[in-house]
């Protein structure tokens, strides 16, 4: 279904503008993390829907992530091609992920299950931060003291194999908003 490209390919310019407008919705807020790098996923069928099982992408090696366990965000963008059309990038959502202390990676969903806002992380307080309500979400992506969301943070699956060759690969999803059970859509 999906297949990695090199994320160290020159972007072009819709990327570029892509990258530079979630640079600007997470500096023009409280939150200091922002985006650091970027994923891209080459779909040959339509984007996520129901029943796809998400989208396969590698997002980093495990070199890249902090040491100290410390989230770094990164884009997930998908390309789409059939037989004769290259069509624009999208921008699927993005994704937290942080090393453990045991060498493995955890892999959070940043759309905050409440209703769907981007989380951020308040490194001065060691939380997820989300602004639209004031939610705290730990850095094990659960519920925080102030949360109004009716779950923690969407957990993201890691592929276990390719993380002991070094290299982080998620399978992207998204989830319902609202709802205490976490639903893919
Ligand atoms: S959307 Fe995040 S707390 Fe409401």
Known sequence: MTEQTNEEEPLDPQRREFMAKAVSVFAGGAIVSIPVGAGV?????????????????????????????????????????????????????????????????????????????????????????????????????????VCVSPRGLDSLEVDQEKLKEGEVWVTFQNFAAGIEDKKAI
């Not at 495990?62 to 040491?67: G, I, K, N, R, T």
């Not at 940043?110 to 769907?116: F, M, N, V």
């Open 41 to 145: 996923a080459t779909l040959f069928s339509p984007l996520l829907g129901e029943g796809q099982g998400g989208v396969r992408i590698r997002l980093a090696a495990v070199e890249d992530l902090p040491a100290d366990g410390s989230p770094k965000l990164y884009q997930v963008v998908a390309e789409r091609s059939d037989a004769w059309t290259k069509y624009p990038a999208k921008p699927l959502g993005s994704v937290f992920l942080r090393k453990l202390e045991d060498g493995g990676v955890q892999a959070f969903n940043s759309s905050c299950p409440h209703a769907g806002c981007s989380v951020g992380f308040r490194a001065r307080d060691e939380v997820f931060y989300c602004p639209c309500h004031e939610s705290t979400f730990l850095l094990d992506g659960s519920r925080g003291e």
